[in-house]
């Protein structure tokens, strides 16, 4: 999929499965022109970037779209339910069909990548922040074995250029999920979802087998990669996904030098449906150490998954899954998962239900799981009328929920939710919405929510109460401003988010977010306070610099970000970043806590 706009501004993806991944950096070319009546634009794309079946004359699929924000309006080329939203133009069983392509002949579609890095990195050490040089080079190499299938190698593999993660409040006793930025990993994500989750978003309960940060990123630092390969692509009705990287050891880290593997097999049926197996190893497994290797053996996962899509809305998908993992004396623990649920995804009627399964051991190593030895049904349904001549409200949604856990063996309540929703989606793409939870949670353990604040073992009820409005993208000043109060472990808790964006010109625009929770439990009182912002600036098509700015301030961290990506070539890149972390406390250790410039150039060398 490829996007632009009359600034002449370059956006692509690839689509796996009606699914986005907006990673994909393809080769391609955009002008733009004005005149009285509006603008137009003229798009070149090389064959080379496209993939496709063999060559020769061929049938494709294609959409178009068009967006005009001032009116909150899209246009396509060919219709796609309204259910689908802004994902249909993704959907190609609605997309328009063009005979008597003829493609080129076969090329060797083979492209080089190095690149070469100096880094100045510096850590307080002794009251003093101490700064250390370094330097690295690599190679990335493509290859098309086919129009569509690729074989992709990279050797010392470095992610120097990527951004920060984004803070997140937590307040339960739960990881929190942050997504993958590496753009190797990142392209060709959506050959390894599985279960009907994408392997990029936020799994909720339901766990992910292939979570690709698990390679790389070891007890939040990084750990070198000395490099891989990976083969991703189509072969008639196949998709095909098979991933080899392997890290070294890294003491610091408390990391032991590992190999990640993970194979993808996916089959079409019928006319958007798929059938599909995936298997990891990781070896050694998890607990081995450069300290202490234990038994040095690896951890595997298998599973086979069912995506069925009938008709324009209703959906089927499932998996069952399991794992084998040895502990630190060698003897291994088995674990199964399981998952089925039904969509109906109707624009004005939407049920959901859903059962899943996760066995106490079950422990997919390469992988993301919130929680383990869980029981989970779950059922929703909407009904999201459109008012006849509305000239201001354009839908109105009413939506109820149950979610029920209980441990695997069904035996003792977990948690348990109840929900009610009310959203209004206006004409100007502005919505309100306004829901109320009942929920239910035990905790088999002490929980310490905040710095001295532990809360005991047992059961608490709460209740919560949200509302939320978002203003529509076209506005210079848009954004979600969401506040919440209701009850938290036996006390109170209030909340007040906002995350928006300002347009001050078409090439500058300013990020701001602001997250406030405010707590009040019998077991004390604490604040958890996050501000940042993000601004970024936009010279051409092909350049953009960017700054990020966290302030957590009940932890009084402060963190702060500067990144320059300069395309000077198209395919070839500039990288400039420099990132540091203070202590914003008075005292002799406060001020400056580490910083680090890198500057990274790639060159692109296709065939």
């Known amino acids: 999929?490829?996007?632009?706009?009359?600034?002449?501004?370059?956006?692509?993806?690839?689509?796996?499965?009606?699914?986005?991944?907006?990673?994909?950096?393809?080769?391609?070319?955009?002008?733009?022109?004005?005149?009285?009546?509006?603008?137009?634009?003229?798009?070149?794309?090389?064959?080379?970037?496209?993939?496709?079946?063999?060559?020769?004359?061929?049938?494709?699929?294609?959409?178009?779209?068009?967006?005009?924000?001032?009116?909150?309006?899209?246009?396509?080329?060919?219709?796609?339910?309204?259910?689908?939203?802004?994902?249909?133009?993704?959907?190609?069983?609605?997309?328009?069909?063009?005979?008597?392509?003829?493609?080129?002949?076969?090329?060797?579609?083979?492209?080089?990548?190095?690149?070469?890095?100096?880094?100045?990195?510096?850590?307080?050490?002794?009251?003093?922040?101490?700064?250390?040089?370094?330097?690295?080079?690599?190679?990335?190499?493509?290859?098309?074995?086919?129009?569509?299938?690729?074989?992709?190698?990279?050797?010392?593999?470095?992610?120097?250029?990527?951004?920060?993660?984004?803070?997140?409040?937590?307040?339960?006793?739960?990881?929190?999920?942050?997504?993958?930025k590496r753009d190797f990993f990142i392209e060709g994500q959506g050959i390894f979802d599985?279960?009907?989750?994408?392997?990029?978003?936020?799994?909720?309960?339901?766990?992910?087998?292939?979570?690709?940060?698990?390679?790389?990123?070891?007890?939040?630092?990084?750990?070198?990669?000395?490099?891989?390969?990976?083969?991703?692509?189509?072969?008639?009705?196949?998709?095909?996904?098979?991933?080899?990287?392997?890290?070294?050891?890294?003491?610091?880290?408390?990391?032991?030098?590992?190999?990640?593997?993970?194979?993808?097999?996916?089959?079409?049926?019928?006319?958007?449906?798929?059938?599909?197996?995936?298997?990891?190893?990781?070896?050694?497994?998890?607990?081995?150490?450069?300290?202490?290797?234990?038994?040095?053996?690896?951890?595997?996962?298998?599973g086979a998954d069912a995506t069925l899509l009938f008709f324009k809305s209703v959906n089927l998908t499932g998996y069952a899954a399991r794992t084998r993992v040895p502990d630190r004396t060698g003897v291994t623990t088995d674990g199964a998962s399981y998952r089925g649920r039904f969509d109906y995804t109707d624009d004005r009627y939407g049920l959901a239900a859903e059962h899943m399964l996760i066995d106490a051991g079950f422990n997919p190593e390469m992988g993301f799981t919130r929680r383990t030895d869980v029981r989970r049904t779950f059922a929703?349904?909407?009904?999201?009328?459109?008012?006849?001549?509305?000239?201001?409200?354009?839908?109105?949604?009413?939506?109820?929920?149950?979610?029920?856990?209980?441990?695997?063996?069904?035996?003792?309540?977990?948690?348990?939710?109840?929900?009610?929703?009310?959203?209004?989606?206006?004409?100007?793409?502005?919505?309100?919405?306004?829901?109320?939870?009942?929920?239910?949670?035990?905790?088999?353990?002490p929980f310490s929510v905040a710095p001295g604040v532990v809360v005991p073992t047992g059961g608490y009820g709460s209740e919560t109460a949200r509302l939320s409005y978002t203003m529509g993208q076209q506005r210079r000043v848009s954004g979600r401003l969401g506040l919440a109060h209701g009850s938290l472990y036996d006390g109170t808790r209030t909340e007040a988010t906002y995350s928006g964006r300002w347009g001050v010109l078409p090439q500058f625009s300013i990020e701001p977010t602001l997250s406030l929770n405010w707590a009040d439990l019998p077991y004390g009182r604490f604040n958890a306070r996050l501000a940042g912002g993000r601004l970024t600036v936009t010279p051409t098509a092909r350049m953009v610099v960017s700054s990020l700015v966290q302030y957590n301030v009940d932890a009084h961290t402060l963190s702060s970000s500067v990144r320059l990506r300069w395309e000077y070539i198209v395919g070839s890149e500039l990288f400039v970043v420099y990132s540091d972390g203070r202590d914003t406390r008075s005292g002799p250790n406060a001020g400056l806590q580490n910083r680090t410039l890198a500057v990274k150039g790639t060159r692109l060398f296709r065939f």
């Open 194 to 302: 599985f279960g009907g989750v994408q392997a990029g978003n936020s799994p909720g309960d339901v766990p992910l087998l292939f979570y690709s940060r698990r390679i790389g990123l070891s007890q939040g630092q990084a750990v070198p990669v000395v490099g891989g390969a990976r083969l991703t692509g189509r072969q008639g009705a196949y998709s095909i996904g098979l991933l080899d990287i392997h890290t070294e050891d890294d003491p610091d880290a408390g990391a032991a030098g590992t190999g990640f593997t993970a194979l993808r097999l996916k089959r079409n049926v019928f006319r958007r449906s798929n059938l599909g197996i995936m298997a990891t190893r990781r070896g050694p497994a998890a607990v081995s150490t450069p300290a202490n290797r234990g038994s040095g053996d690896a951890s595997y996962t298998v």
């Open 380 to 445: 929703q349904a909407r009904f999201s009328p459109r008012p006849r001549r509305a000239r201001v409200v354009r839908k109105l949604t009413w939506q109820a929920s149950l979610d029920y856990l209980t441990d695997a063996r069904a035996v003792q309540v977990q948690a348990k939710e109840q929900s009610a929703l009310f959203r209004v989606d206006f004409q100007s793409s502005d919505s309100a919405q306004v829901e109320y939870s009942r929920e239910y949670e035990f905790l088999p353990g």
């Open 1 to 180: 999929m490829f996007q632009t706009n009359p600034l002449g501004a370059l956006r692509d993806m690839t689509v796996t499965d009606d699914q986005q991944n907006s990673a994909w950096n393809g080769i391609w070319y955009v002008k733009t022109a004005h005149f009285e009546q509006g603008w137009t634009v003229e798009v070149a794309i090389p064959f080379k970037t496209l993939r496709y079946r063999g060559n020769g004359v061929q049938t494709w699929g294609v959409n178009m779209r068009r967006l005009v924000r001032s009116k909150n309006e899209f246009s396509y080329l060919s219709l796609v339910p309204a259910a689908l939203g802004t994902q249909g133009v993704s959907r190609m069983a609605s997309a328009a069909t063009v005979e008597g392509i003829e493609t080129p002949a076969q090329s060797r579609n083979l492209e080089f990548k190095p690149y070469a890095l100096a880094t100045s990195t510096g850590v307080r050490r002794a009251g003093a922040v101490d700064d250390t040089f370094g330097r690295n080079a690599g190679l990335d190499f493509k290859y098309g074995l086919t129009r569509s299938l690729i074989f992709d190698a990279t050797y010392r593999t470095d992610f120097a250029q990527v951004e920060e993660d984004l803070q997140q409040v937590n307040l339960t006793r739960f990881s929190l999920f942050f997504p993958e």
